[in-house]
Nanobody, 125 residues
Framework: QSQLVESGGALVQPGGSLKLSCVAS????????IGWFRQAPGKEREGVAC????????YYADSVEGRFTVSRDGAKNTVYLQMNSLKPEDTAVYYC??????????????????WGQGTQVTVSS
């Protein structure tokens, strides 16, 4: 059974850091890239970062560039999102998603086919 499971979300103060994890199982050989997306209340889902299975960075949102870092551990089938200098506007449910075709576009949720359940990140004092 194919599955993506996110973890690591939490309540953190502004300026703090969090590291999210996304573990893939059941279909890892079909994956071309893993994307991180987020959705805040009342807003559309937006792309945050993307990394291919070869380790190439395929996307960073302008709003997170220089603060967030996406990485992968192929041996563990895990993709990470290190988030530093967090701001209240980073508050959202964060999702990881897998692109199962070569025709993905980093940052575009419609081109990713398999999604995790999401993990809540809240940045507040």
């Amino acid at each position: 059974q194919s599955q993506l499971v996110e973890s690591g979300g939490a309540l953190v103060q502004p300026g703090g850091s969090l590291k999210l994890s996304c573990v893939a199982s059941g279909f890892t050989s079909d994956i071309y890239a893993i994307g991180w997306f987020r959705q805040a209340p009342g807003k559309e889902r937006e792309g945050v970062a993307c990394i291919s299975t070869t380790g190439e960075i395929c996307y960073y949102a302008d709003s997170v560039e220089g603060r967030f870092t996406v990485s992968r551990d192929g041996a563990k089938n895990t993709v990470y999102l290190q988030m530093n200098s967090l701001k209240p506007e980073d508050t959202a449910v964060y999702y990881c998603a897998a692109a199962l075709t070569i025709y993905y576009v980093g940052g575009h949720p419609g081109t990713f086919q398999s999604w995790g359940q999401g993990t809540q990140v809240t940045v507040s004092s």
